[in-house]
């Protein structure tokens, strides 16, 4: 089969887009997904924390709980919250548009405005909304950590004890980070 280069020289001058905008695009879109699974990761530390471990067995099952929890999709991790009872109307409808915009991004974002790519304000609105998206999913990971906070400390906890935990976690990881590139 031929394909006829005249068709081709069209058709690539109607697609090309400059590398920087992808790469300005590709690094917003990792933001906003690296900022998105730090808000899923405190939801679901919140819910199997603060919310379904028992004190009994805590320091048994925390992280196996975490674990378990961080499984579900942030839709399931909302509508255990609503069961739960611990949102209000504000706070559910904030939540419910985070995880409308973040499925947006995973999952449409190309096929619903992949065209913005071709002209500077449509990509500019589309940079805007991935950054909002960025910005209230990072204010909402920092309120569900405020929240795991001052629970940990209602339970008897210092805050001491809480950055020793935290610095121990946080070495680990490292550890663990560097024992895979060896």
Same mark, same amino acid.
């Given at each position: 089969?031929?394909?006829?280069? !005249?068709? #081709?020289? @069209?058709? &690539?001058?109607?697609?090309?887009? *400059? =590398?920087?905008?992808?790469?300005? +695009? ?49 839709? !399931?991790? #909302?509508? @255990?919250? &609503?069961?739960?009872?611990?949102? *209000? =109307?504000?706070?559910?409808?904030? +939540? ?61 906890? *210092? ?24």
């Amino acid at each position: 089969m031929t394909v006829n280069p !005249e068709y #081709l020289r @069209r058709a &690539r001058d109607l697609v090309s887009v *400059s =590398p920087v905008v992808y790469q300005t +695009l590709f690094m917003k879109v990792g933001e906003a997904l690296w900022h998105v699974q730090h808000f899923e990761y405190s939801m679901a530390y919140y819910l199997a924390t603060v919310l379904d471990l028992s004190k009994a067995d805590a320091a048994q099952r925390t992280w196996e709980l975490v674990d378990s929890t961080r499984k579900k999709t942030s839709g !399931e991790l #909302l509508k @255990r919250l &609503r069961v739960k009872g611990v949102l *209000s =109307p504000e706070g559910d409808a904030a +939540l419910t548009e985070l995880i409308r915009e973040r499925n947006w991004l995973v999952h449409r974002l190309q096929e619903e405005d992949g065209d913005a790519v071709f002209g500077d304000e449509t990509l500019s609105g589309l940079l805007l909304r991935i950054e909002r998206l960025r910005k209230t999913a990072l204010g909402a990971q920092k309120e569900f950590a405020r929240l795991v906070l001052e629970w940990t400390k209602r339970q008897g906890v *210092s805050q001491e004890q809480i950055d020793e935990v935290s610095l121990l976690e946080l070495s680990r990881k490292r550890k663990k980070i560097s024992c895979t590139k060896s």
